[in-house]
């Protein structure tokens, strides 16, 4: 017994196997919001005059909300005076690397996330922008892409180098006065991705975005953006990892995405921030605002979403389809485990004729967590023949788990037709004996079992994120059997 | 290759095994009958190693190696394959995802490296024939949507797949029709080697016709309480459990 506990503690401590801490010369600015704050942020990064206004009116706005407080969720009180905005582990101290070289710190963290920041070393077919704390650290394959036209950067360089088409989508499928938290981000917004496709371009790599936190008492508000021009695609991948600290730390972003005519999109996320402890001490606070508008005709967009980290989701990747014939997709899997707690899904909201979107979520839950799906179904009286289908299942594993349901539909055109199913099913322990007595060991089993579970919506995953991504179901859920 | 001393188990607090012994030979397929909760599905939960049993006493050696010691899956691993009574379905994961990870961690243990996706699909091609098992079958998730009679060829499948040197058949000719009992039996018989042995719990002669077991035991509260050869098995057809009862006395 006393081995078994052994293994146990062993499995339990490795689980979470990216939170180890980067010792990089960082640059943290004080602690504490304010007018004054958001003014250095915005020189810090030499920002032109109407990107500082666009902020101070985020941040007026700000002042003036409140936090929401209609999640299912059990939220810490954050206090916003208490955090960081602003970190910068890019600066070297006076005896580091060569002048505009990278600290080998940081490509050696990178490397240890399995994200090689050297194009020789990349994964196939893969660029990436490389974020850590509040600076985009690096991009790869940025002269191939630019060949084909493709922008691919980080906001804060397409500030400077593109300000004409920043300026134009920026904040217009999620304007500040949103919600709390956009507003927040809109303020203080230190870095992210942009993205520009364009006309007929199909991008021929994966383009994708590693968010890593690492210096403590700083929150990540990163923001990202990402046009897709009339008859183009692009195929968009987010991953997040960051240290286990007994703290928690605020991540609110913000992703835009503009789809024209003909054109698509698919983002992928697989988010496995950090969870916090087995006894839901620390963990990161992922409140993340997230819409695509597809504005032209036929245009296409697909949001996957494999989410396992973080101690507390809020987040709804949603799609405003106003082109006729565009279509969306909302695929998610969110798990849940020891005191995680996640209310998340999506909004489709119908504008254009003949709009079409599909709603495939997979909640599982296990240790004492809370799982609650929340999506809305919005029909406007101009959305002849729009179409929804939405289907939500929630897998439950042990009896102290919670999953939930919040489904909301809201349809003023008689044309439309709107579905919605939902089930909750529960791994049994006659399930998990078969698999044993087959030699396949517990651990093996839930993940056997969850992965089939949710395999409809890792299917939509590109090939190597859904390997990942499959793995990662079996970790999160690790001890929560048994 | 099993012996069983004087074993005692209960479930829910209840003693349902009240010091059976048995030994199992190499080669040799036994039979158990008896009524309905004489003991016999527990006897089989226990030696699988079922988390609902609890062994008060005595001990099973399997192969030298001391069996109420291993997990479950250790078990397996070590050669150990019981055909359920009630397969139960796991929605979502294939049949080739569920035997796949079933011979790889038994290969494992065994110090073998993971069969390929190509000769893994090859031997699932071979053993399915054994049990007539449809291709449409196995590329379903684990029994889900099985009919009864698919579900107790599929056990035979996964017993093919698995290869192991010792196999409980619960209760297997349960709510089989003629043809499907006789594609079952065979199926096993194929399986028979000198090295391999068994234990089939039933409840009738019809599937023994097939099996031809070496010996029989009959099974009353939770003891053996008569071991003799095949002709039991014929003469219990005919007679019932009574005068056996009265033979020794309870």
């Known amino acids: 017994m006393e081995e078994k506990n052994g293994f146990v503690r062993e499995v339990a401590e490795k689980k979470y196997q990216y939170g180890f801490t980067t010792d990089v010369q960082t640059e943290v600015i004080d602690k504490g919001l304010s007018e004054d704050v958001v003014r250095l942020i915005s020189e810090k990064k030499g920002e032109p005059d109407w990107l500082l206004e666009f902020r101070l009116k985020a941040f007026r706005h700000w002042l003036t909300m409140e936090q929401p407080t209609w999640g299912h969720l ?20 006076p005896l580091g690397g060569k002048e505009g070289g990278l600290d080998p710190e940081l490509m050696k963290t990178f490397d240890k996330l399995g994200i090689p920041l050297e194009e020789r070393m990349a994964l196939a077919g893969t660029a990436v922008d490389a974020v850590m704390d509040s600076v985009s650290v690096k991009t790869t394959f940025r002269e191939k892409l630019k060949e084909k036209g493709i922008i691919f950067c980080s906001i804060s360089e397409a500030v400077k180098e593109h300000p004409e088409l920043v300026r134009e989508y920026l904040g217009s499928v999620v304007p500040y ?37 690492n210096a403590r008492g700083t929150g990540q508000f990163e923001r990202t953006l990402i046009v897709c021009d009339d008859d183009a695609y692009v195929s ?16 609110a972003a913000i992703v835009e995405i503009v789809v024209k005519e003909n054109a698509e999109v698919k983002y992928s996320t697989v988010q496995n921030w950090y969870p916090g402890d087995a006894e839901g001490k620390g963990g990161v606070l992922n409140l993340v605002t997230k819409r695509g508008h597809l504005r032209g005709r036929n245009s296409r967009l697909s949001w996957t979403q494999v989410e396992t980290g973080s101690a507390i989701t809020w987040k709804y990747p949603s799609c405003v389809l106003s082109g006729e014939g565009s279509q969306a997709e909302f695929y998610s899997v969110a798990v849940t ?5 996640a209310d998340t899904g999506t909004k489709m909201i119908h504008i254009g004729k003949d709009t079409k979107s ?17 999506g809305l179904v ?6 002849d023949n729009a179409r929804n289908y939405s289907s939500c299942d929630s897998l439950l594993l042990g009896s102290k788990c919670g999953a939930h349901t919040f489904p909301y539909m809201d349809v003023h055109n008689s044309t439309a037709v709107v579905e919605h199913e939902a089930t909750t099913s529960k791994i049994s322990e006659d399930q998990l004996f078969y698999c044993n007595q087959r030699g396949i060991n517990t651990e093996e089993a839930v993940s056997l079992i969850v992965n089939g579970y949710a395999k409809e919506v890792i299917n939509k995953l590109p090939m190597e994120f859904a390997v990942e991504a499959q793995k990662l179901l079996g970790v999160s859920l690790e001890g929560s059997v048994g | 290759m099993l012996q069983i001393n004087n074993l005692h188990a209960k479930i829910n607090g209840k003693e349902i095994l009240k010091g059976i012994n048995l030994t199992v030979k190499d080669g040799e397929v036994h039979a158990i009958m008896g009524l309905n909760g004489a003991g016999k599905s527990t006897l089989s ?25 291993m997990s479950p899956e250790e078990r397996a691993h070590e050669g150990i394959f019981l055909s359920f009574q009630q397969p139960v379905e796991i929605p979502g994961v294939s049949m080739v995802n569920f035997m796949r990870a079933a011979l790889n961690a038994k290969r494992q243990h065994q110090g073998l490296e993971p069969l390929s996706a190509g000769d893994f699909l090859k031997l699932m091609r071979e053993k399915r024939k054994i049990v007539e098992l449809d291709s449409r079958l196995t590329s379903r998730s684990v029994n889900e949507g099985f009919s009864g009679g698919e579900k107790k060829r599929n056990e035979i499948f996964q017993m093919a797949m698995l290869e192991p040197t010792f196999s409980i058949l619960d209760e297997t000719d349960s709510g089989l029709d003629v043809d499907a009992l006789r594609i079952v039996a065979e199926g096993f018989n194929k399986l028979r080697t000198p090295q ?10 019809r599937l023994l016709d097939y099996l031809k077991p070496d010996i029989i035991h009959v099974l009353i509260g939770g003891m053996i309480v008569k071991t003799a050869g095949p002709e039991l098995a014929l003469e219990i057809e005919n007679r019932g459990f009574d005068w056996i009862k009265e033979e020794v006395g309870l």
Request: with cysteine.
């Open chain 2, 196 to 205: 391999t042995s068994a234990l089939v719990i039933t409840h009738y002669q």
């Open chain 2, 45 to 69: 939960n226990v030696i699988v190693g079922h988390p609902a049993y609890e062994v008060t006493e005595g001990e099973i050696i399997f192969n030298d190696k001391d069996l109420l010691k």
């Open chain 1, 236 to 251: 968009y991948l987010e991953g997040c990892t960051a240290p286990m600290r007994d703290e928690n730390q605020l991540h």
């Open chain 1, 337 to 341: 485990n020891n005191y995680q707690q």
């Open chain 1, 177 to 213: 006065k949103d919600n709390f938290f956009a507003a927040l981000n809109s303020a203080v917004f230190s870095d992210g991705s942009f993205v520009y496709i364009p006309k007929g371009v199909r991008c021929p790599m994966e383009l994708s975005t590693y968010f890593r936190i």
């Open chain 1, 378 to 383: 919005k029909v406007a009286s101009t959305a």
């Open chain 1, 74 to 93: 059990n939220m810490p009180e954050i206090d916003y005076q208490d955090i960081s905005y602003y970190a910068d582990p890019t600066k070297k101290s």
């Open chain 1, 358 to 374: 599909t709603i495939i979520s997979k909640g599982i839950s296990a240790g004492r967590s809370q799982n609650a799906y929340r």
